[in-house]
């Protein structure tokens, strides 16, 4: 069974620049995350889609994040502008339901300097 | 809200030796707990969780870990430390229900000496 699949595994770009990350998450499963691991610290749930909708999105920095998942498959996270603390280690994860106690499965990560 | 709490950043032990990790949690519904395992440059993987039922938990690679009420812990133990075991460790809870969100520890760094 493949993993979860995201690109790039790095990026480097300079504040005020944009950028966005992709991930493609384990086939069926119907629950999306995104994370941002900041250096030092645990991963921070930054939106979760239940299919195509949104279902969490109280953690994520709205006037500068957007994340979309068409289809309810893939998923796009854009950073708009990027400010120098946002650079992290972003991590996708997906699981089957989305229900307590249900396994997340996680991609490797995409690490981002913005400098 | 939902909290969780690792003591110790960094723990080191010998090859052959005991290795716990400690980890409370603060959740006002009986919670699901799990410790997931970072690899330089990987993603996280699950080692163990608990959700209901039996206290003492059995996951992969050896680990276990028991779930106890009165203290809100959840620590994870394993008898004899193997080099490979060298990673960061991160505690999780959820409370479960239609919106699963996991929160997460801050982690805790194994070392393993030869």
């Known amino acids: 069974e493949a993993g979860v699949a995201q690109s790039p595994r790095y990026k480097i770009i300079e504040k005020r620049q944009s950028v966005a990350f992709w991930c493609n998450p384990i086939?069926?499963?119907?629950?999306l995350y995104w994370y941002q691991q900041i250096l030092g610290q645990g991963p921070k749930l930054l939106i979760q889609f239940q299919n195509n909708g949104v279902v969490d999105d109280s953690q994520l920095p709205k006037d500068r994040f957007s994340a979309e998942r068409l289809k309810g498959v893939d998923s796009t996270l854009k950073i708009q502008p990027a400010k120098l603390e946002d650079s992290a280690v972003y991590l996708c994860?997906?699981?089957?339901?989305?229900?307590?106690?249900?396994?997340?499965?996680f991609g490797p990560g995409t690490r981002l300097t913005v400098l | 809200a939902q909290s969780v709490t690792q003591l110790g950043s960094h723990v080191s032990v010998s090859e052959g030796a005991l290795v716990l990790l400690r980890c409370n949690y603060s959740s006002s519904v009986p919670p699901y707990l799990f410790w997931y395992v970072q690899y330089p440059n990987q993603g996280l993987q699950l080692l163990l969780k608990y959700t209901t039922g039996a206290t003492l938990v059995k996951g992969i690679n050896g680990f276990e870990a028991e779930f106890k009420k009165s203290e809100t812990s959840f620590h994870l133990t394993k008898p004899s430390a193997h080099m490979s075991d060298a990673a960061e460790y991160f505690c999780a809870v959820s409370e479960g229900g239609s919106n699963y969100k996991l929160t997460f520890g801050k982690g805790t760094l194994l070392t393993v000496n030869p």
């Open positions: 086939s069926g499963h119907a629950t």
């Open positions: 994860a997906s699981s089957l339901v989305g229900l307590g106690g249900d396994e997340q499965f």
